[in-house]
């Protein structure tokens, strides 16, 4: 006897569509979430830059290369100093390699940078604008997955995780992911996340490694997180210690 099958219903579509999303993630993102709109990351670097102040995206994708091998305070004041000079791929284009050298100064890889920025500007002259698809980002100078996503996700609203060093550092740490590379945290993060979510994850565990989740000397005393966290890679902490800060978090 011959079974109809029936279409797959809009909600179970959607649920698909949202990945096989972890609870314990979901809840430390809308932790997370709930912390910046109190102002807790006001602070962080990454709030003081071109993605969170929505400028274009010419310089989200300038000041993500920058940032490589870059540390974070560093990157915003290169990243102002530049703009100041040439807010557009037209104006970036025109600048000497020399001056553009001297605007870079303070960044990882300066010298390099400047090659490739100026490259970067021509290429983007060339071709009309930003690219607005993954393959196109990845395929400029100096551009890769982390930068990439970082534009899709913030300027262009798509659903892609960009994974720094925080991410990965943190992602681990929680015990979302267990990776060695970048690379890897963003294959297997990427599918735990739901997927209305997934372009604030990086801004939402920069913020939060920047001033609390630190790489050494991590604030747990003050992490809204605490009891989610498995501290993955820190050392194990006392009974005692561990009640003690709950206690002060929960006070908090």
């Known amino acids: 006897m011959n079974r109809t099958v029936s279409a797959p219903s809009a909600r ?6 949202l990945g096989a999303a972890n609870p314990r993630i979901l809840e430390a993102l809308k932790r997370l979430a709930g912390e910046t709109r109190r102002g807790r990351y006001a602070a962080a670097p990454v ?34 100093g530049l703009f100041a ?4 791929a037209e104006a970036l ?10 605007l870079l100064y303070g960044a990882g890889f300066y010298r390099q940078k400047a090659r490739q920025l100026r490259a970067l500007a021509r290429l983007l002259v060339e071709r009309g604008g930003v690219p607005r698809g993954r393959d196109g980002l990845l395929a400029l100078p100096g551009i890769g997955p982390k930068c990439a996503n970082i534009v899709l996700a913030s300027c262009f609203g798509a659903p892609a995780i960009a994974v720094d060093t ?25 599918p735990k996340v739901p997927r209305r979510w997934r372009r604030r994850v990086n801004l939402l565990l920069v913020a939060h490694g920047q001033t609390v989740c630190k790489p050494l000397g991590p604030r747990c005393s ?26 002060r978090t929960r006070r908090a």
């Open 47 to 80: 709030h003081l830059g071109p993605i969170e102040n929505r400028e274009t995206p010419f310089q989200v994708l300038v000041s993500c290369l920058i940032s490589t091998r870059t540390r974070d305070q560093q990157t915003t004041r290169i990243s102002r």
């Open 12 to 17: 179970s579509a959607r649920r698909r569509s």
């Open 222 to 247: 003050g992490c809204v997180l605490l009891d989610l966290c498995p501290r993955r890679g820190l050392p194990k902490m006392t009974s005692v210690a561990k009640v003690s800060l709950s206690f």
């Open 85 to 88: 000079v040439a807010p557009t």
């Open 166 to 190: 925080h991410v990965h550092r943190i992602s681990n740490r929680l015990g979302w992911v267990r990776t060695r590379a970048p690379q890897q945290t963003e294959l297997r993060l990427t």
């Open 93 to 102: 284009a025109s600048v000497s390699r020399a001056r553009l050298t001297r």
